[in-house]
């Protein structure tokens, strides 16, 4: 059974930093992080292949950093300059190499609020 286990979210005051992380129990071709705000769709905020390929939503582009060990089936995501509208609950995604990212593997979710 696959597990992701996500940590790093919380309370950020706008312009500070959160980093989160995702440690997969095997590995995976694509990890990312895709964030759900209530009675909104779910949607993509950055992920990253095992070749260090990246993909940003315009939004965070230049802000948002994502990063993975592969030696470490582990995915990161440094946050810098948040606001409020960042607050949402952020999902790791794991996917295999041919599988498009709404059938790939999640994790439970971790809260990001950006408030002063």
């Known amino acids: 059974q696959v597990q992701l286990v996500e940590s790093g979210g919380g309370l950020a005051r706008p312009g500070g930093s959160l980093t989160l992380t995702c440690v997969a129990s095997?590995?995976?071709?694509?990890m990312g992080w895709y964030r759900e705000v209530a009675d909104e769709k779910r949607v993509l905020v950055a992920t990253i292949t095992s070749g260090a390929v990246t993909e940003y939503a315009d939004s965070v582009k230049g802000r948002f950093t994502i990063s993975r060990d592969n030696a470490k089936n582990t995915v990161y995501m440094q946050m810098n300059d948040l606001k409020p509208e960042d607050t949402a609950v952020y999902y790791c995604?794991?996917?295999?190499?041919?599988?498009?990212?709404?059938?790939?593997?999640w994790g439970q979710g971790v809260q990001v609020t950006v408030s002063s």
């Open positions: 095997r590995t995976f071709y694509g």
């Open positions: 995604n794991a996917r295999p190499y041919g599988t498009v990212w709404f059938n790939g593997h």
